[in-house]
């Protein structure tokens, strides 16, 4: 699963042709036999679109990294998309749990707007599973839940009453206290799994445990939703429903809360809609949040002034696909946030509209 360490390190790259290339794809037979020649076609369409700016010699390099990178792609692993980012230096393969539009991008930095997108659109979130024989933490994109197994995760609780005999002695208020403990050490080892990025957090498990972890964690604010229940043994599948319904309400709280901000700034005076006025404010760090409608993106150049101009269609390396792209990846790079909303709900602000910091 991409993560944000991931999107972080893409963005922050420039290199001359940056080749992107995008597509959805299938999790199951027979449908996902046409994704190996979808792969091919827009491979070929990569190859004769840098063959026609750059001389053979420059491209040597980076088609042997394709070729190599595409060798690699383990087709019945494959989600919902597919993700390939090449240059002279990278070579990153990504399989993603949301669909993104097929696309070959040609730029001087790697298309991220539809991961960032898909990292939005399908909300992400953790979700911990309480237990004192195997406490799990899973990672949510959406309706796709992925169980971290890295050597810390499933954590086991050690000591009395778990590994060892309980003393003799050993009241209700011992078992307790030693519970708490427990749940202290496995909210520090999420904390640092949490660094990155604040994201949602379900807790799951007996009630008693979810109620001793909310008492000792350090961020009980990013808990935004509980599952009661015994889930040692629970399958993905089983707890998928679960999740997702709580997920629903996670989001569409989100989309909520973002536009009523909108209307409070609007009223302060601190929004701008005007794309070249968005694109130049976002390079400039003033951007708090930043609303964009679901698939509003447009080709555009900066001008010799250091100004966005957009234009009709895409095509050299002096042109962005999406402006739109561009400044997502500005506001997230000055500590900004990015929310998605549908289609039309930005209309009265040209389907893109930033909150200003001052």
Do not use: C
Request: proline share 4%.
């Amino acid at each position: 699963m991409i993560t944000r360490q991931d999107l972080n390190y893409l963005q922050s790259l420039t290199q001359v042709p940056a080749l992107s290339i995008l597509l959805p794809t299938h999790r199951t037979f027979p449908d996902n036999k046409q994704d190996p020649i979808r792969v091919k076609n827009l491979v070929d369409e990569a190859t004769e679109r840098l063959k026609a700016e750059f001389s053979a010699r420059d491209l040597e390099p980076l088609l042997q990294r394709l070729a190599t990178l595409v060798s690699e792609i383990d087709y019945p692993y494959a989600l919902d998309g597919l993700a390939l980012f090449v240059s002279h230096d990278v070579a990153q393969l990504y399989y993603l749990p949301f669909t993104v539009p097929e696309r070959v991008v040609i730029d001087q930095t790697f298309a991220t707007r539809d991961l960032v997108y898909g990292m939005h659109r399908q909300l992400r979130y953790w979700v911990l599973l309480l237990s004192q024989a195997s406490t799990r933490l899973l990672a949510g994109t959406g309706e796709t839940l992925e169980e971290v197994q890295d050597g810390t995760f499933p954590m086991q609780m050690t000591g009395p009453g778990a590994t060892t005999a309980l003393p003799y002695e050993a009241d209700s208020s011992y078992i307790d206290e030693h519970h708490r403990r427990f749940f202290q050490q496995v909210d520090t080892v999420l904390t640092e799994y949490a660094k990155a990025e604040t994201l949602p957090l379900i807790v799951g498990g007996v009630d008693r445990q979810v109620s001793f972890f909310q008492e000792v964690s350090q961020q009980p604010a990013a808990i935004t939703g509980t599952l009661s229940g015994n889930f040692d043994k629970s399958t993905l599948a089983e707890l998928t429903p679960q999740v997702w319904s709580i997920v629903e309400s996670i989001r569409d709280a989100q989309q909520a809360s973002a536009l009523q901000e909108l209307d409070e700034a609007m009223g302060a005076q601190k929004v701008v809609s005007e794309i070249a006025e968005v694109w130049r404010l976002a390079q400039d760090g003033r951007g708090k949040l930043l609303l964009v409608e679901k698939t509003y993106h447009v080709p555009a150049i900066v001008t010799e002034a250091g100004n966005l101009e957009l234009v009709e269609q895409v095509g050299g390396t002096d042109v962005m696909d999406d402006a739109v792209d561009e400044i997502i990846e500005a506001v997230l790079a000055k500590g900004g946030d990015i929310v998605f909303v549908e289609n039309g709900a930005l209309s009265e602000h040209h389907h893109i509209a930033l909150l200003l910091r001052y």
